[in-house]
């Protein structure tokens, strides 16, 4: 019987044990799941995680200092990122990113209002300059609009009106523009933020990593 009683104890004690056990596992498991978040709250996103000063200074040919962003963004943006770089002149340059859940349908209406303004303001310069509108009798310089151009950066890109680009980033669900007058900069300055703008660490609502 008391054989009996001892069976009986210990297969409640086994009971026991991988009762606590398998909560153990499921609260950790829990934990593990909950641990694992992507994104990072867009109020609290700084610049500096997808393009350190470091990492920005030999891309645009000099020193470069963030300026205060005087546009105020909307809920769920973060500000844009605006530095002034010690090149001669001084050059000024901004990219802003976007990651709200429309940001597919944002950026697909930007492409298209991006493509055509620019295609029209080179017509429209076109124009000008063959009809003799563009004289520089006051000594102005007249800098002629650029057509947009598609490029090879992120899943999809546009370069646009000789000082703007765009591209639909090809592992975070976002967008971003950049703003700068040289061409060439505009897209290694687009590259890196292609490459270091990842789903863990983008600008939106945290979420379940993938």
């Known amino acids: ?38 994104g990072i709250e867009p109020d609290l996103w700084k610049c500096e995680t997808i393009a350190t000063l470091d990492a920005l200074t030999p891309v645009l040919g000099g020193a470069v200092h963030p300026i205060p962003s005087a546009i105020a963004p909307p809920h769920g943006v973060p500000a844009p ?22 940001y597919k349908q944002q950026a697909d209406r930007l492409f298209d209002e991006y493509r055509k303004d620019s295609d029209q303001l080179t017509q429209r310069f076109e124009a000008a300059q063959k009809n003799g509108g563009l004289k520089n009798d006051a000594g102005v310089t007249y800098i002629a609009p650029e057509r947009a151009s598609d490029l090879a950066i992120g ?56």
């Open 1 to 38: 019987m008391r054989w009996g009683a001892a069976v009986v104890s210990f297969f409640a004690l086994r009971a026991i044990v991988a009762c606590e056990t398998a909560s153990s596992t499921s609260a950790e498991s829990k934990a593990g799941a909950k641990g694992k978040v992507a």
């Open 81 to 102: 990122c605006s530095y002034v770089v010690d090149t001669t002149p001084q050059e000024q340059w901004t990219f802003d990113v976007y990651c709200r859940d429309d």
């Open 155 to 210: 899943a999809k890109a546009l370069d646009h009106h000789g000082r703007g680009l765009i591209f639909i980033d090809d592992d975070a669900p976002c967008y971003v523009r950049v703003i700068g007058l040289d061409a060439l900069l505009r897209v290694e300055l687009a590259k890196l933020l292609a490459q270091n703008l990842t789903y863990a660490n983008a600008p939106m609502a945290p979420r379940p990593a993938k």
